[in-house]
T-cell receptor, first 111, second 114 residues
Framework: LAKTTQPISMDSYEGQEVNITCSHNNIATNDYITWYQQFPSQGPRFIIQGYKTKVTNEVASLFIPADRKSSTLSLPRVSLSDTAVYYCLVGEEAAGNKLTFGGGTRVLVKP | GAGVSQSPRYKVTKRGQDVALRCDPISGHVSLYWYRQALGQGPEFLTYFNYEAQQDKSGLPNDRFSAERPEGSISTLTIQRTEQRDSAMYRC????????????FGPGTRLTVT
């Protein structure tokens, strides 16, 4: 499984856009990029998944450049409730099985 | 609909005792996963099942840990002769198909070994 690198923490303010970049230099051709969110005392929650270019859903956008060696999760207009740990994961869709979580990025949204 | 449930939510046991942690996945979900999460760290994969078949148990730390899913639904993670280092949050997740992507996590069982 490809290794991922993301910032340990980020601070933001309510109403701002938060962008978290994840590096995955060794991503394989069949790998997908998946982001999870985890609030304190809860299990991780799937946010978004993509393979290339841009994916958008009601929660976030995921930008993936052509070389796919990095990806950026964009959270528009964050609120205090978006304070959480965000994990970037890379893995082969067809492989199923394990998700390999790194340390994640702790995002603190301030009033 | 109901999400993934786990029981007990909290378990305190003495060193050397056996414990059994239960996971009830979302109805119809084929795959079931067990993770362990230490405070301040991301979840660590332990094992996973497709239906009743254990597909990968490479993450189980040692032979004191075992898991089963006999009827392809509810799963039990058993830790024999518990040690203090086994203390952690144990999380279960399930997914609709055998694919990396959207796994639904339960609330976890906080295990404390004294």
């Amino acid at each position: 499984l490809a290794k991922t690198t993301q910032p340990i923490s980020m601070d933001s303010y309510e109403g701002q856009e938060v962008n978290i970049t994840c590096s995955h230099n060794n991503i394989a051709t069949n790998d997908y990029i998946t982001w999870y969110q985890q609030f304190p005392s809860q299990g991780p929650r799937f946010i978004i998944q993509g393979y290339k270019t841009k994916v958008t859903n009601e929660v976030a956008s995921l930008f993936i450049p052509a070389d796919r060696k990095s990806s950026t999760l964009s959270l528009p207009r964050v609120s205090l409730s978006d304070t959480a740990v965000y994990y970037c994961l890379v893995g082969e869709e067809a492989a199923g099985n394990k998700l390999t979580f790194g340390g994640g990025t702790r995002v603190l949204v301030k009033p | 609909g109901a999400g993934v449930s786990q029981s007990p939510r909290y378990k305190v046991t003495k060193r050397g005792q056996d414990v059994a942690l239960r996971c009830d996945p979302i109805s119809g979900h084929v795959s079931l996963y067990w993770y362990r999460q230490a405070l301040g760290q991301g979840p660590e994969f332990l094992t996973y099942f497709n239906y009743e078949a254990q597909q990968d148990k490479s993450g189980l730390p040692n032979d004191r840990f075992s898991a089963e899913r006999p009827e392809g639904s509810i799963s039990t993670l058993t830790i024999q002769r518990t040690e203090q280092r086994d203390s952690a949050m144990y999380r279960c997740a399930s997914s609709l198909e055998d694919r990396v992507g959207e796994q639904y996590f339960g609330p976890g069982t906080r295990l404390t070994v004294t």
